[in-house]
């Protein structure tokens, strides 16, 4: 098979998702559109700027720009004409009972519909928009068909590709996936799709899963809800391991990763899972299996155990404090995880704001995020760049993330400049021993000795 290209690709939407892989398809030698309504976003693309906080990016989209195989438009009519294959990576944000908000897919199908009316030769239309199970042929599919009056599977073809990017490591992801989904309904838009990852992925040796639309549909959230599952589950035995003396949930976590029927990632215990994806996702299975008649009892449980876990810390900061008024209270990481300054669903927001009822003052810390923190707390709290400065005469310091930034801290930094030293550890960054003697060391998920 020949591992060269002629194919031409669109993206729709350069978020977190279609940038990333726009930017990674046109690194292999595709010649790749990426479209957005945003002209802003676009200007800063055009000028090698992705405005995505994500390791080697920048570099990246320099790089592909400069080879002219990475080019930005706003006009999606056009660049369906100039390309064979669209992917949607629009955003699919939540609605208020959870299930998943449609009105950027719709809008993406609405003018892909247009665009395909003048045009004559195949296209293929490659989903990768977080969606439930039926939304692409239920919804998506008669969009097209109705608005562009050709014919599904003949003039036109569609499948589903999941992402499973993590932020921070994403082109790492995509350049070396456990896995590629691709669900396609026929043989044509099947042998497409397969050919563009061949060609990706030349001779590296690829687990290419090829299913159902709906079942690729589904796979993206059984496997974060699985995930998800093992943070809740991990977090709910280091709740166990609080109260249980010489016990490190830690150890727990280490011996029972060792079985590989289990294995050890994404059982690092912790204030609870944030981002962009799982607690969306999570609550938009829930509500997808309650519209067929099921409640889905075991992601209720994962949901609710990641929506008490910030409560759990705010009570053990309001038992170490006695009481929180005119204290001074110091948060060190604000991102929902370490290494980046993404902030969407980060539990320091449910802490700070719960804190900020009984009007502590809150000095804040995060190595990327404190900007993205501005948006969201305003004047409320006190912002540093310095961790001595947000630890000054505190009563009190959080550690909410592992930023390696903190992983360094000695204990005697945190005596000579805290008014108080009380030292609550979510993420048990430090060691128990050495703190324990120096501070007032409460570590998360291990029992007191
Ligand atoms: C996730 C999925 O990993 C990715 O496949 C999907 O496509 C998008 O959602 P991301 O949100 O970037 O990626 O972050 P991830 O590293 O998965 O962490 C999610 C949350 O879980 C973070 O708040 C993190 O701190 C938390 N987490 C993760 C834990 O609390 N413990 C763990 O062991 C792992």
Do not use: W
Request: with cysteine; net charge positive.
């Amino acid at each position: 098979m020949t591992k060269k290209t002629n194919t031409k690709l669109s993206f729709i939407g350069l978020g977190y998702v279609g940038l990333t892989t726009s930017i990674c398809f046109a690194d292999k030698d595709f010649h790749v559109i990426g479209v957005d309504v945003d002209k802003s976003k676009l200007k800063k693309i055009s000028s090698g700027k992705s405005g995505i906080f994500e390791p080697n990016l920048n570099e990246l989209l320099c790089k592909v720009l400069k080879t002219k195989r990475f080019s930005i438009s706003d006009n999606l009519s056009d660049s369906i004409k100039k390309s064979d294959v669209t992917f949607i990576t629009v955003g699919t944000p939540a609605n208020h009972d959870g299930s998943v908000g449609l009105q950027f897919i719709k809008s993406a199908a609405t003018d892909i519909g247009h665009a395909l009316k003048n045009k004559s030769s195949y296209h293929l239309v490659v989903v990768k928009s977080t969606i439930v199970p039926g939304t692409t042929e239920n919804i998506i599919v008669p969009i097209i068909t109705k608005i562009s009056g050709k014919k599904y599977d003949e003039d036109f073809g569609i499948c589903y590709n999941p992402e499973f990017l993590s932020e921070g490591s994403a082109i790492n992801d995509m350049n070396n996936p456990d896995k590629i989904v691709l669900g396609s309904s026929n043989s044509k838009s099947k042998k497409i799709i397969n050919n563009l990852y061949n060609i990706f992925y030349s001779t590296q040796k690829i687990n290419i899963v090829n299913t159902t639309i709906s079942n690729a549909e589904l796979i993206k959230y059984a496997n974060n809800a699985f995930l998800a599952t093992k943070i809740s589950y991990i977090n709910t035995i280091a709740n166990i391991c609080n109260n249980i003396p010489n016990v490190n949930v830690d150890e727990i976590a280490r011996a029972i990763g060792l079985d590989s029927r289990i294995n050890s990632k994404f059982l690092s215990a912790g204030p609870g899972y944030g981002g962009s994806c799982f607690p969306k996702d999570v609550k938009a299975l829930i509500q997808f299996s309650s519209s067929l008649d099921y409640s889905p009892k075991l992601l209720i449980a994962v949901d609710e155990v990641n929506q008490l876990q910030p409560t759990l810390i705010i009570n053990i900061i309001k038992q170490k404090l006695s009481f929180i008024d005119n204290k001074t209270i110091s948060i060190l990481g604000l991102a929902f995880k370490s290494k980046t300054n993404d902030m969407r669903e980060s539990v320091a927001i449910k802490i700070i704001n719960e804190l900020l009822k009984q009007n502590p003052t809150i000095k804040v810390h995060d190595p990327e995020a404190i900007d993205n923190a501005k948006q969201i707390f305003g004047d409320r709290v006190d912002y540093h760049n310095n961790i001595i400065e947000a630890i000054k005469n505190s009563d009190c310091c959080v550690i909410l993330n592992d930023s390696i930034e903190y992983k360094s801290l000695k204990p005697t930094i945190f005596k000579k400049y805290m008014n108080k030293a009380l030292v609550i550890d979510t993420k048990r960054i430090f060691n128990y021993s050495e703190f324990n003697e120096i501070v007032d060391y409460y570590c998360y998920g291990v029992g007191s000795y």
